[in-house]
């Protein structure tokens, strides 16, 4: 009876499809989801693009006609303007790299239904139906692939202008239960996906738009199993219905660590995914930083996102930005791609990470010290500590910790003001082990 119960539980463990399994992956930490996911664990930061007709005019991307702020055919208008006619990917892909990135997500259909790439699955592209007269994705993918980037493709599941699709506008549906409707649209879906599949391969598959659909209707599962067909290493986002790899929190950063080992965070440059000529409220380069070493000192990825113009030209601001975070990264390489989470936040007052090993101790300081830099609760013995991007060794003394006692005291590190970055000045502490923290509340004294 127990060989009989456990080959019945085998069989059904073969017969449950991969991307099932994928939905708990990051409890069952398999080999082949760890294999995947090691390039995405060190790249730490990411560009994202936002690029389509919505740049014509300025308005927000899909959201504009959706909300109903504008009219549907207003939106659609904007075809006609849009040009490329600057649009240079080798300058994209030459910028993306100078910023430190190690790799891209760009879209290649938004909730419009404008497909960017020469699709032959449906009527909007930017080959049939503006000026631009040509693939997009393509000349992207391969100077992307040439310059040894990892390419992720942003896909909206939802296509607000698709006749067979239930949703037009936020009060306006098409139909309620068509399943022959629906089902042309699931067909559509997967033909589109299909064509990026074969054509472009990408390393990441960025998805948007579940929320409107369950899992089963978007058919999530054949979505998973059918691009790993193609590509058995293409990592997926969350945002397919819980069968993805990682998750990927959106504008706020997370407070407190995500419980998922990979994670994501995707914020824009300045308050607008695509380009908005009015919306000049650029975040500065030390401000992107900030958030860059703060989703790496949980453990998480930053991806930035751009808003190129219709014409495929990249506003100075952003260009600037991108320059800016790519010297900070050069300067301190070593404490950004081979990292993982640093301590609890309480320990010290900045962003930390640690080396792979975990005897290096990365310290990210975004202020000017006014004096002395205490990191509390230090187990083990600090060997040396020094500037990162300088190599200067840097004095240090442990305070407060009497013979009597074995509770750490408070570790001080003298920064002088010469040594100090412009933007974040980040210092290295290596240990004689990994490094082990207390966490206790203190003692009473008994005996002294």
């Known amino acids: ?30 080999t082949a989801f760890r294999q995947r996911m090691e390039w995405f664990g060190k790249a730490k930061l990411g560009i994202f693009i936002h690029w389509g007709i919505y740049a014509v005019k300025g308005v927000s991307e899909s959201w504009s006609f ?28 030459d910028l993306i790299k ?22 032959k699955a449906g009527r909007l592209s930017m080959k049939k139906r503006t000026p631009a007269k040509r693939d997009l994705i393509a000349p992207f993918v391969e100077e992307a692939r040439r310059q040894g980037l990892k390419l992720g493709l942003y896909y909206s599941l939802i296509d607000w202008s698709h006749k067979d699709y239930p949703v037009f506008t936020k009060s306006v549906r098409r139909y309620d239960n068509d399943p022959q409707r629906w ?38 599962a054949e979505i998973v199993q059918r691009l790993r067909r193609d590509n058995p290493a ?75 113009r219709e014409d495929g030209s990249i506003p100075d601001e952003q260009a600037a930005v991108l320059k800016g975070i790519g010297r900070w990264v050069r300067k301190h390489a070593e404490a950004v791609y081979d990292t993982q989470a640093g301590i609890p936040h309480a320990y010290f007052q900045g962003y930390t990470t640690r080396n792979l090993k975990g005897d290096i101790l990365y310290l990210y300081i975004p202020y000017r010290p ?56 980040v210092v290295a502490l290596r240990f004689d082990e990994p490094v082990k923290l207390y966490d206790g509340f203190g003692q009473v004294i008994e005996a002294n």
């Open 183 to 220: 089902q042309r649209f699931v067909d559509f879906n997967m033909a589109q996906l299909g064509e990026l599949s074969t054509t472009f391969a990408p390393d990441l598959w960025w998805f948007d738009g579940d929320w409107e659909q369950s899992a089963e209707a978007w058919h999530a």
């Open 66 to 93: 959706y909300n109903e702020r504008i009219p549907y055919d207003e939106y659609m208008s904007q075809c006609s303007g849009f040009t490329a006619s600057n649009y240079d990917p080798k300058a994209w892909i």
């Open 234 to 308: 293409c990592i997926v986002n969350s945002r397919i219905r819980g069968y993805g790899d990682y998750e990927t929190p959106e504008r706020g950063i997370p407070i407190t660590r995500p419980k998922t080992p990979y994670w994501e965070l995707c914020q824009t440059i300045n308050d607008s995914w695509g380009y908005y000529p009015t919306d000049t409220n650029y975040k500065s380069t030390y401000q992107c930083l900030r958030l860059l070493v703060d989703c790496m000192s949980m453990g998480g990825n930053l991806l930035l996102d751009i808003g190129p």
């Open 370 to 425: 006014t004096g002395m830099v205490e990191v509390k609760g230090l187990v083990s013995k600090v060997k040396e500590a020094w500037v990162v991007g300088s190599g200067i060794s840097l004095d240090f003394k442990m305070w407060n910790q009497p013979s009597w006692s074995n509770i750490p005291g408070n570790f001080y590190i003298t920064i002088p003001e010469e040594v100090l970055d412009p933007d974040i000045t």
């Open 98 to 119: 100078e910023s430190g990135a190690q790799y891209t997500v760009i879209t290649s259909k938004h909730h419009d239904g404008m497909a960017l790439w020469d699709t």
């Open 1 to 30: 009876m127990k060989r009989r119960f456990s080959a019945f539980f085998l069989c059904l463990a073969l017969l449950l499809p991969e991307a099932i399994q994928a939905q708990s992956v990051h409890i069952n930490d398999t």
